[in-house]
Structure formats: C-alpha cells, structure tokens
C-alpha cells in the first residue's frame, strides 16, 4: 500500500513537473522583454559577420543542451573548482561561441535585468542561426528556466558518431522523438564542420577486412584519408558535414545518398527503409525537410528541464 502511495505521489509529482516544466508560450516574453527576439537577433548576426562558423555552434550547442537534462541551458555553465560541467565533457571540447549567449544576455540585463533565461536565449539564437543562414525562420515557444546542474559525466547521453540506426532510434525516442525527427534533425548537418576524430572510424580500420566503410564513396573516402592519415596530428583538421556548409540547405540529403555523409550515425539513416525513404523524400524536395525540421526543431527545444531560475551570467549560478 505504502508502495503504492509512493508510486502515485512521485507519478502525479512528475505529471506536475512535466506539466509546469512545459508551459511554453509564444507570447511569454511580450510584456516583459519585448525587444527580446530583436536582441538576440542583433547578437547573432554581429557575431556571424566575423566568424561564418557561429551558426553551425550555436544550432549543435542547443541541440546538445536540449539532449542533456533538457533545455535549461545548463550546457552553458562553466565547471568550478568542484565540478566539472557538461561544456568539459568529450562531446562538447569543440562546442564553441559561447560568447554570443553572453553578449545577448548583457543587452537583456540591461533592457530588462533578470526577466529572461538563458536556456530561451540559446532557443532563439539556434533558431536565428538556421533563419540567418538561409534556412526557415519560426516562433520559438518561450518560458524555459535555467538549471543549476550540470555535470560532465551526462555528456555520456549525447548520441555518438558511430551509432547504428538501432542505438539512433533509443536514444531519440527516450526523449520522446521519432525516427522522422530524427532524420529532420540531423538535417543540422547542412551546418558546420567534424574534426578528423569525429569519423576515423570510418576511414581507417574499419573492420576485420574493410580498412574503408564500404558504404562511402571510394573517391570521397579516399578525399577524407587525405586531410585526416591514420596518426593524424593536426588538432584542427577534418572536413565540413557537406560543401554548402555555411548555407542551410537540403545538399546534406543529397550527399547522404550518394555515399558521401561524415559520420555512421548519418549513413545509418539510410540503413533501415523508414528513415531511407524520408532521406529521399528530404534530397528530393527542400520545403519538405524545411516543414519537418521546423516542427521536430520546436519539439526538441521544448524538452523540459528540471531549471528554476532565471540566470543573472549564463556561465555560473548564483
Ligand atoms: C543524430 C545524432 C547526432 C550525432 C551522432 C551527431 C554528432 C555530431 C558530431 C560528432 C559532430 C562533429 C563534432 C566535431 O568533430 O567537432 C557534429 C557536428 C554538428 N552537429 Fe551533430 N550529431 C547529431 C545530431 C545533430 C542534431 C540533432 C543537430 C541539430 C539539429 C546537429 C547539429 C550539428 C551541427 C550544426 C554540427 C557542426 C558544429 C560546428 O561546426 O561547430 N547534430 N555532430
């Protein structure tokens, strides 16, 4: 009974928090910051006129937020003397442009101090990073609070380059997504840029009689072994995640099907018939992938936090 009891109290306290966690609005921010989108937009846009790389960080940086605790922003917490944070975990070491969280978060204070979170800043700019780089432009609900935890270890959540289609699908729908979001959404790869690391395990001993995944293209493989040898040694090298890298764009399916994607996790979506044929539908027609992208996009960004607060500096808590 007393089991019981306990089940239906921590049931009904999750209903609460998933329920409390998710009232985002449209219209959150409109009597309290309403310059808020104008903000954010305004420090994207500078911040992209000296580096063409910020889209690309930005998107994977709320992507990597969203997945790990959900989107509290605690991705953009530093580590302390005490712990190490999610920023310093292995899959986040080539995140980058956090600066640009912080300069929109200074002219937030200052236009209306301690009213908007950080995790709702890094919402927008992701989505200002796909608009400003040709792609669709939508309302991003609003409301998310800020986390106080974040911890390196999580960083483990993160799906890696080298899953297969299986381990793809867990790891989407443990947070509620599905194999069609799952292949809008690594769409992201129309941005940005691997280091070597991200894909040797595709282009150098592959398995026991493959040194090449066979799956690759020969002559791209052969392009991919150039820049990143075996005992690569150039910390910077690696290849943009398709060659429109700083243009939002459908070319990453297209690439997808001709063999030439980066990581396994990309070449796993053509592996089973579901994903492979919305890969197609996507190479096929840009206002398709641009509709689906949307709508998984503002079903990731509303993955509830357990966030509280509203962060004063978007790198330490109170
Ligand atoms: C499906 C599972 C995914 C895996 C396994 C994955 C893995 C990776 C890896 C390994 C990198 C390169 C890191 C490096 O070498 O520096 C990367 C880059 C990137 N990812 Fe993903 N990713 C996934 C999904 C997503 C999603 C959902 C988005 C956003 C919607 C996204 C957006 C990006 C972007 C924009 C970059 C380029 C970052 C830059 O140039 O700074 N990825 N991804």
New binding site residues.
């Given amino acids: 009974m007393q089991a019981l009891v306990v089940a239906l109290g921590s049931a009904l306290l999750l209903a609460f928090v998933a329920s409390s966690a998710s009232a985002l609005s449209l219209d959150y921010y409109d009597k309290t910051c309403p310059k808020l989108e104008y903000k954010v937009r305004r420090a994207v846009k500078k911040a992209m006129k000296n580096d063409n790389?910020v889209p690309?960080?930005l998107?994977?940086m709320h992507?990597h937020d969203c997945f790990v605790r959900g989107c509290d922003g605690s991705v953009l917490l530093n580590s302390t003397a005490k712990n190490t944070a999610e920023k310093d975990g292995p899959?986040n070491i080539?995140?980058?442009a956090f600066y640009v969280i912080d300069h929109a978060k200074e002219a937030l204070e200052a236009q209306c101090p301690g009213v908007v979170s950080c995790a709702d800043i890094l919402a927008l700019a992701a989505r200002d990073a796909v608009a400003l780089s040709g792609g669709p432009h939508w309302d991003v609900p609003k409301g998310r609070k800020d986390g106080r935890i974040s911890k390196a270890i999580d960083t483990r959540q993160l799906?890696?380059?080298t899953?297969n289609i299986s381990q793809?699908q867990q790891?989407f729908s443990q947070r509620g997504l599905t194999m069609e979001d799952?292949v809008a959404?690594?769409g992201?790869?129309t941005?940005?840029?691997?280091?070597c690391?991200?894909f040797q395990n595709r282009i150098h001993n592959f398995d026991a009689v493959h040194d090449v995944d066979p799956s690759m293209n020969p002559s791209f493989a052969a392009q991919l072994r150039k820049v990143c040898p075996a005992h690569n040694k150039v910390r910077s090298a690696?290849s943009t995640?398709d060659p429109t890298a700083t243009k939002f764009d459908n070319v990453y399916y297209k690439m997808l099907l001709q063999g030439k994607s980066i990581?396994t996790?990309d070449q796993a979506l053509l592996t089973a018939p579901k994903t492979r044929a919305v890969v197609s539908k996507f190479a096929e027609s840009q206002g398709e992938f641009e509709k689906a992208f949307v709508k998984s996009?503002i079903k990731?960004s509303s993955l509830s936090g357990g966030g509280q607060e509203i962060r004063l500096n978007c790198r330490v808590v109170r």
């Fill in positions: 790389t690309a960080a998107l994977r992507f899959p080539s995140l980058h799906p890696a380059p899953f793809l790891s799952l959404l690594s992201g790869h941005l940005g840029f691997a280091h690391s991200s690696g995640l990581f996790s996009m990731m």
